[in-house]
Each structure stands twice: as structure tokens, then as C-alpha cells.
């Protein structure tokens, strides 16, 4: 069984420190099994980052399959909280005539939050392996509202 915890503080544009901050915390566990060679593991994970307009926080669920020639890894993540945040959402440009129209030009900017997956598989590569050379092969999945 293993316990994590991390935090960071952002460094800004204009040189400053600490424009956002965040980190997470995090447990989990492996376990061997010899008749096969192979351990599995999996972990629980919270998240936050301060770094933008809003906080985000979101959890985490890790699964770990590793053997001697075939590794594979899920990891799954869904946001706590409100997921969106809209930063700006106003008029841009002055008034104009559009044929008989008084229009504006206007401007939504939202952070979003992803929730989402992804998955890897892979091990040692032939010939290279015994020197640490792996390959892996994943794909992700993200969504938002």
C-alpha cells in the first residue's frame, strides 16, 4: 500500500509566484502474484488546481496490470464540483448598422473541465527490452459538458 500527496504554486507571466496552486492526494496498493508472474495494483486519486479563474477538483481511479512482457493501465478521472466556469461573456466591438440592425460583436470565454479515460498497453520491445526499451500503444477518451 502506498499514500501520495503534492502541491504545487504556479509561477506567473509577469514573473510573480502564485498566481494559482493546487495538488493532489492520493492511495493505493499492488499486489504480486507469482503463480503468474504478474502484479496488479490500483489507486484512488482527488485533484485540484487553482490555476485558472476557478478552482477544479476532480477524482481519480487507476487499475495497473504488469507482467513480464505485457503491462496495461486504465485511468479514469470525472470532475467534483462544477465543471465549467465562464470567465467572460460580454460585448466586443462598438455598435454597427447591419442593413436596417443595430448588432453587436460579442464574446463568451468558458474553462471547461474534462472528465474522461484512457488506456495503455505495451511491454518490452524484442531485443531492446533487456536494456529498458518499452513501447506502448493508448488511447483517451475526454468529454465535458
Aim: no cysteine.
Amino acid at each position: 500500500m502506498y499514500f501520495d500527496l503534492r502541491g504545487y504554486v504556479t509561477h506567473n507571466s509577469d514573473g510573480g509566484i502564485g498566481d494559482g496552486t493546487g495538488g493532489n492526494i492520493g492511495v493505493g496498493g499492488r499486489h504480486y502474484f507469482g503463480g503468474i508472474n504478474r502484479f496488479f495494483g490500483s489507486s484512488i486519486w482527488i485533484d485540484a488546481d487553482g490555476g485558472r479563474e476557478n478552482t477544479f477538483t476532480q477524482a481519480g481511479l487507476s487499475f495497473e496490470s504488469v507482467g513480464k512482457w505485457v503491462d496495461v493501465r486504465f485511468n479514469g478521472y470525472i470532475p467534483i464540483g462544477n465543471a465549467t466556469n465562464v470567465v467572460f461573456d460580454g460585448i466586443i466591438s462598438e455598435p454597427f448598422f447591419d442593413r436596417n440592425q443595430i448588432r453587436f460583436l460579442t464574446r463568451k470565454i468558458t474553462e471547461v473541465q474534462y472528465s474522461g479515460a484512457d488506456v495503455e498497453i505495451g511491454g518490452p520491445i524484442p531485443f531492446f527490452g533487456d536494456q529498458g526499451v518499452s513501447a506502448f500503444l493508448g488511447g483517451y477518451y475526454l468529454t465535458a459538458e
